[in-house]
T-cell receptor, first 112, second 114 residues
Framework: KAGVTQTPRYLIKTRGQQVTLSCSPISGHRSVSWYQQTPGQGLQFLFEYFSETQRNKGNFPGRFSGRQFSNSRSEMNVSTLELGDSALYLC???????????FGPGTRLTVT | GDSVTQMEGPVTLSEEAFLTINCTYT??????LFWYVQYPGEGLQLLLK?????DKGSNKGFEATYRKETTSFHLEKGSVQVSDSAVYFCALSLPMNRDDKIIFGKGTRLHILP
């Protein structure tokens, strides 16, 4: 079956702008999790959605938000971008967060 | 709180060397344990997993044994190849009704020299 897809793959934005990233999970998976990966902080959990409800949230400011649609596709939004938001944003889908995660290739966001 | 600690990298080895990447965990309850691998320019892929004490996960020549007494899940491979160069993440998951969680270690970068 098709894997997790993320769009766009690369994005360049300016400080103060906002951005929306998209994730399509594996068919049948109802859990979608988002992670931020940077060289300094490593892999950090942003949030998890299950059946359109946010079930878990990491330690990120309110500028980071997300949602999940009825078809399990998910979007995350970052408002008022800062230079420190430059990172690889990974989406993972699973049957539930405690099950094995299937990751997409990521969206590389660069904030200038 | 619950956490995963893995050895800092980078780890540099010659081809055909023996590999060990240490991983220890702290958790309440009975976690499942995972190793994920991230090749350059890609997302993470599940490498192997173990769901209970003394289970051994294995895949592509890699092995890890769930040791409850030492709270460890060390990754080993008998003979590494250049193609094993990647970042390796140890992780645990805890199903806790509505508060399921998964926790990743910081990752260990592995360089294999030909």
């Amino acid at each position: 079956k098709a894997g997790v897809t993320q769009t766009p793959r690369y994005l360049i934005k300016t400080r103060g702008q906002q951005v929306t990233l998209s994730c399509s999970p594996i068919s049948g998976h109802r859990s979608v999790s988002w992670y931020q990966q940077t060289p300094g902080q490593g892999l950090q959990f942003l949030f998890e959605y299950f059946s359109e409800t946010q079930r878990n949230k990491g330690n990120f400011p309110g500028r980071f938000s997300g949602r999940q649609f009825s078809n399990s596709r998910s979007e995350m939004n970052v408002s008022t971008l800062e230079l420190g938001d430059s990172a690889l944003y990974l989406c993972a889908s699973s049957r539930g967060i405690s099950y094995e995660q299937y990751f997409g290739p990521g969206t590389r966001l660069t904030v200038t | 709180g619950d956490s995963v600690t893995q050895m800092e990298g980078p780890v540099t080895l010659s081809e055909e060397a023996f590999l060990t990447i240490n991983c220890t965990y702290t958790a309440t309850g009975y976690p499942s344990l995972f190793w994920y691998v991230q090749y350059p320019g890609e997302g993470l892929q599940l490498l192997l997993k173990a769901t209970k004490a003394d289970d051994k996960g294995s895949n592509k020549g890699f092995e890890a044994t769930y040791r409850k007494e030492t709270t460890s899940f060390h990754l080993e491979k008998g003979s590494v190849q250049v193609s094993d160069s990647a970042v390796y993440f140890c992780a645990l998951s805890l199903p806790m009704n509505r508060d399921d969680k998964i926790i990743f270690g910081k990752g260990t970068r592995l360089h294999i020299l030909p």
